[in-house]
């Protein structure tokens, strides 16, 4: 299945990323695919892929080509999009429900609720507000760095997770704070041995 005229085309950053990496082993971290708007008061954790989403991740698969492995967020759509674009995800409480940064699940989600998810995140990397609920952005984001890292032993693989997971992972190794704009579906940063590529320039791994 390809894209339709009226999708939106694979996020450009991420492809120069990839361009970038080529001859890597790499393990490429991004937000799922297109979802509908999740109603005001709701989790959404059951919320699908739209039928644009659907088909954006199966052109990722291409664009990725062979995946040896998957991790994503347990959430559905995360699952989801990991085996539209080749491989069936195992679950990684890092990238999700609640992962590496909500240390108060419950706190956090009255958190996001009240203020959304750009207002929190935003505050977030670029003050280290923590809301009461939030690791400190390197406390986080490195362990989701090192669990990617050690997976590059077994090839080439793909991470699936949230806008509030992965933006926190490149502002510490890219320094991207998000202050006027936001991380689209499908993108995201890739990360190969002591490296990571962001909109296609590389960065030092912090450690």
Wanted: net charge neutral; hydrophobic share 45%; proline share 9%.
């Amino acid at each position: 299945m390809t894209l339709s005229p009226t999708d939106a085309p694979l996020p450009p950053g991420l492809l120069a990323s990839l361009a970038a990496s080529a001859g890597q082993p790499r393990a490429v971290l991004i937000r799922h695919g297109d979802r509908p708007p999740i109603p005001s008061g709701q989790a959404g954790f059951a919320t699908p892929l739209t039928a644009s989403g659907e088909r954006r991740a199966r052109a990722l698969g291409r664009a990725l080509g062979r995946l040896d492995w998957a991790v994503s967020s347990p959430i559905f759509r995360c699952v989801r999009t990991a085996e539209l674009a080749g491989r069936a995800a195992e679950p990684s409480p890092l990238l999700g429900a609640p992962g590496a940064f909500v240390t108060d699940e419950a706190l956090g989600g009255a958190v996001f609720a009240e203020h959304g998810t750009m207002t929190v995140v935003r505050a977030h990397v670029a003050s280290g507000r923590g809301w009461g609920c939030l690791r400190p952005v390197a406390e986080g984001a490195l362990p989701i760095l090192a669990s990617l890292s050690s997976r590059l032993e077994s090839g080439d693989g793909l991470a699936v997770s949230h806008d509030a997971v992965v933006i926190p992972v490149v502002a510490l190794v890219a320094g991207h704070l998000f202050g006027h704009d936001w991380l689209e579906p499908l993108d995201g940063i890739v990360v190969c041995a002591g490296v990571a590529y962001w909109r296609g320039a590389a960065f030092a791994l912090p450690t």
